[in-house]
């Protein structure tokens, strides 16, 4: 078992930028790769960006260049660095790993990101 506990989110304006953080614990040894979903009112959940225990990143289309996902050694802990925020990156962020040795999905419990004026 993984549990996953997401902080950072909150209210930043159009053009700012925030640091969402995850701490993961359990059987840590056990993940291949963590990563951020995210899900806005009425749409289906989406891949934000994942990074892989050995280093590798994929990122959405809509965050490339403007995100960075990164991790320490031990898969501990994952951050996502989100910068030039827009509003249509408003949604829940979900921290997320995958073991591939059951295979499982483990879930936190979401983080609010809201970005106004």
């Known amino acids: 078992q993984v549990q996953l506990v997401e902080s950072g989110g909150g209210l930043v304006q159009p053009g700012g930028s925030l640091t969402l953080s995850c701490a993961a614990s359990g059987s840590i040894s056990s993940i291949d790769r963590m990563g951020w979903y995210r899900q806005a009112p009425g749409k289906e959940r989406e891949l934000v960006a994942y990074i892989t225990r050995g280093g590798s990143r994929n990122y959405a289309e809509s965050v490339k260049g403007r995100f960075t996902i990164a991790r320490d050694n031990a898969m501990n802990n994952v951050y996502l660095q989100m910068n030039s925020l827009k509003s249509e990156d408003t949604a829940i962020y979900y921290c997320?790993?995958?073991?591939?040795?059951?295979?499982?999905?483990?879930w936190g419990q979401g983080t609010q990101v809201t970005v106004s004026s």
């Open positions: 997320n790993a995958y073991s591939g040795v059951v295979p499982m999905d483990y």
